[in-house]
């Protein structure tokens, strides 16, 4: 093994042994090169005054060499914040700007001890570093029974972990905790597991309230002094979207410093949060009890970032960077929250109503992008067909009985007629079935 990857493994086992024993095969033999070819180019940055011939970029008239053609789409901008490459972690400025705006959105941090975002390819590419550091074969990974495929994907197909599930809601619908606490107990023989808490949920749209987010906070906290060492990654990909009756921070700021067998992980970012889904910007944020635990997991972290995608792309984090500064931001935000909450609102007025019969339920949901319809009696994937070849409306079918609708891509004022038409459509299937 390579000597800076033991470095960095006896500095997390001295610190706390339980976040050692959650590493992966991988994540202990990842590490981030001290003499390669960043390390010196970052010093010759510092100091080659005169000529700088370490780094693959070319320099034309004292700026990085670009194209015209580029450059006059992105006047607006200074070449160096373009063209360059992005630091391994992203560009500080952003990483601070946005640790600054996790505080304040999250007040539950206040004097907690957590790292500085490193810059990540979006969201999916923070979960794949998690997978990466913290998954083996055979490893439990905790996801409830609405979730977003890609997890499948991230941790079982591509490290092989077992996916093991639990019910999201309970009888009275709500937050299941007591199903995430039974299944995370059934992993004592394994002595670790990795729990993936997606608030806003993909696809049902839910986010608990403040009592349940306790009771989750509860079973994590029973599973670890139950022995086991849990990995819990807050995927908060639709954060800040948080309609009614639910949690308006991140559970991440409560499992802070919750117990020494708890690993708390963030993964955030603008994708969904700012609208820019195509920039690609997201950050992972770990919490720990020492700052010697968070450097060594962010070393390993760019480990992995530098054996993958080298760094992120550099103009979207400069776009992202500025909007973050402008004066304009936080009332942008707003208002754009206000249409999504109009819409959310307005699915929900429909389905109160009364028009739509029995034919369907739908599941809680306050936050987020999605809903999810219950058919009774007609098959999701029959409806979702239905709807495509007749009525050119596109739905997600989920299983024997789940429609996914996102209303977030659909205007306030055609969403009656979405709902009219997803229920002519369940209609005919019935009719055609019978």
């Known amino acids: 093994m390579n000597p800076l990857a033991q470095q960095l493994n006896a500095t ?33 940055k510092a100091k080659a005054k005169k000529f700088n011939a370490t780094i693959g970029i070319a320099i034309e008239n004292g700026q990085p060499m670009h194209l015209k053609v580029i450059q006059d789409t992105l006047s607006a901008y200074n070449p ?16 601070a700007a ?23 390819n979006a969201l999916t590419h923070g979960l794949s570093i998690v997978a990466d550091l913290f998954a083996d074969a055979g ?18 197909v591509r490290r092989g ?58 079973a994590l906290r029973d599973a670890a002094e139950a022995g086991i060492n849990v990995v819990v990654v807050t995927d908060d990909a639709y954060f800040g979207l948080f309609f009614e009756g639910s949690m308006h921070e991140s559970l991440f700021g409560q499992l802070a410093g919750l117990h020494p067998r708890i690993l708390p992980i963030k993964v955030d970012g603008a994708t969904k949060e700012e609208y820019v889904w195509g920039f690609r910007v997201g950050f992972i944020t770990y ?36 909007a973050l500064q402008s004066p304009e931001f936080e009332a942008q935000k707003e208002e754009k929250y206000a249409i999504m909450k109009g819409r959310a609102n307005k699915v929900k007025a429909l389905l ?44 997600i079918a989920l299983g024997e009985t789940d429609l996914r609708v996102a209303f977030s891509c ?23 079935t019978q």
């Open 139 to 156: 490893d439990p990974v905790i996801i409830p029974n609405k979730n977003w495929e890609n997890y499948e994907l991230t941790f079982g």
């Open 287 to 322: 919490a720990a009890e020492s700052e010697a635990i968070l450097s060594a997991l962010e070393q390993k972290t760019l480990g992995i970032i530098r054996a993958t995608i080298s760094s992120g792309p550099h103009p979207s984090q400069t776009f992202v960077l500025k």
């Open 80 to 95: 160096k914040d373009l063209y360059e490459y992005a630091p391994p972690a992203g560009k500080p400025e952003l990483r």
């Open 410 to 432: 659909i205007e306030e004022e055609h969403l009656e007629e979405l709902f009219d038409t997803i229920y002519k459509a369940v209609q005919e299937v019935a009719v055609a």
């Open 98 to 120: 946005w640790r600054t705006k996790m505080l304040k959105e999250n007040p539950s941090l206040a004097n907690k001890t957590y790292g500085n975002p490193i810059a990540t």
């Open 352 to 395: 109160d109503d009364g028009r739509y019969g029995d034919v369907w339920s739908y599941y809680p949901f306050n936050s987020g992008y999605f809903m999810c319809l219950k058919l009774k009696g007609t098959d999701a994937e029959a409806v979702r067909t239905r709807l495509l070849d007749a009525y050119g409306t596109g739905t």
């Open 12 to 44: 997390i086992e001295r610190e706390n042994g339980h976040v050692f024993s959650m590493l992966s095969t991988l994540g202990k033999a990842i590490y981030f090169p001290k003499e390669g070819i960043l390390s010196q180019s970052a010093e010759a």
């Open 161 to 218: 972990a077992d996916i093991v599930e639990y019910p999201l809601y309970n009888n009275e619908n709500r937050f299941n905790s007591d199903g995430l606490r039974e299944a995370l107990l059934a992993q004592k023989s394994k002595g670790k597991a990795i729990v993936v808490l997606n608030f806003p949920n993909n696809p049902t749209g839910y986010t608990p309230g403040a009592e349940e987010g306790r009771a989750i906070v509860a």
